[in-house]
């Protein structure tokens, strides 16, 4: 048996009972996978936000698996209903209007419950906002922070924004356009000035990524005529808290000098968060410093 025929098995393969979890495309639909309109095929129940997105998505490939509405209104009334589902050998797909299904929705209790039933979960991956936008923004992709939708009420928007402001990664955020300029007003008053992307209509025809620092991106949004939807907004780490390159050398001098008044393990902790240095290292030449 070749690989190719072997390949080709796995996509006749009979599907397991269980909670299938579907990613869809964020705007351009030639972006859904062939394993997704798979299991979308031959799952017993699709069930999604709105049933007329995913409906469309469907009639484009000629699915016409039955549909069931799944969202934060009936989400408390419709778990149980689908759990007992899967527990009677049903193969369920969870799908969501756009991109990976439980980012910012109601999903993920759904799959806490089918968890502690022992019920198999597993996904189906594919286009996510929060990545694709992260990837063209020019930021830092090492380390970042996911915060959701930033709340409507401003008090509260503005409580969360500075319990996000000393996170030193990349931090991606959704905002709704008619809300977009007050709260980058809001970010720059308690971020300070810092890079920031601005990421709208991924995958579209008009798609468009601005990347500028806080205050001229804020000067360029009051020059546009509107913005429509939902927007990822992007705010780069902050530069004055990134760990720094420094020489063994300069490393040893301010060791020298700190292990005076200060005990190894403070010694270690202070400077892992300023250098590029383990702290496992930093403690060793702090223990030589000393004893001599």
Do not use: W
Not at 209 to 231: A, C, F, Q, T, Y
Not at 276 to 286: F, T, V
């Amino acid at each position: 048996m070749n690989k190719i025929t072997s390949e080709s098995q796995k996509y006749h393969q009979l599907l397991v009972p269980g909670l299938y979890i579907v990613s869809t495309p964020i705007g351009n639909s030639l972006d859904i996978s062939l394993r997704a309109l798979n299991v979308f095929s031959r799952a017993d129940i699709i069930i999604c936000e709105d049933t007329r997105i995913t409906k469309k998505l469907l009639f484009m490939h000629n699915i016409k698996t039955p549909l069931m509405p799944y969202h934060e209104f009936n989400a408390e009334r419709t778990r149980p209903s689908i759990i007992k589902k899967i527990e009677e050998g049903k193969v369920i797909a969870l799908t969501s209007d756009a991109g990976t299904p439980l980012i910012s929705d109601p999903g993920y209790k759904l799959v806490r419950d089918c968890i502690n039933k022992n019920l198999l979960v597993t996904s189906i991956p594919g286009a996510s906002s929060v990545i694709a936008s992260l990837t063209v923004s020019g930021l830092p992709t090492n380390e970042f922070f996911f915060g959701g939708f930033l709340p409507r009420k401003r008090l509260t928007k503005i409580k969360k924004l500075k319990s996000l402001a000393n996170i030193s990664s990349t931090i991606i955020l959704f905002e709704s356009a008619k809300r977009l300029l007050s709260s980058c007003k809001d970010i720059l008053n308690i971020f300070g000035s810092r890079e920031a992307v601005i990421v709208r209509e991924l995958t579209k025809k008009h798609e468009e990524v601005m990347r500028l620092v806080l205050p001229d991106l804020i000067n360029h949004l009051k020059d546009k005529e509107s913005i429509k939807g939902e927007v990822v907004v992007l705010i780069g780490p902050n530069k004055n808290t990134e760990k720094k390159e420094v020489t063994d050398e300069k490393v040893s001098e301010a060791i020298q000098s700190m292990v005076k008044f200060m005990s190894v393990r403070d010694i270690g902790n202070t400077l892992s968060k300023l250098i590029n240095m383990k702290r496992k290292e930093i403690y060793r030449i702090a223990l030589l410093k000393k004893k001599k």
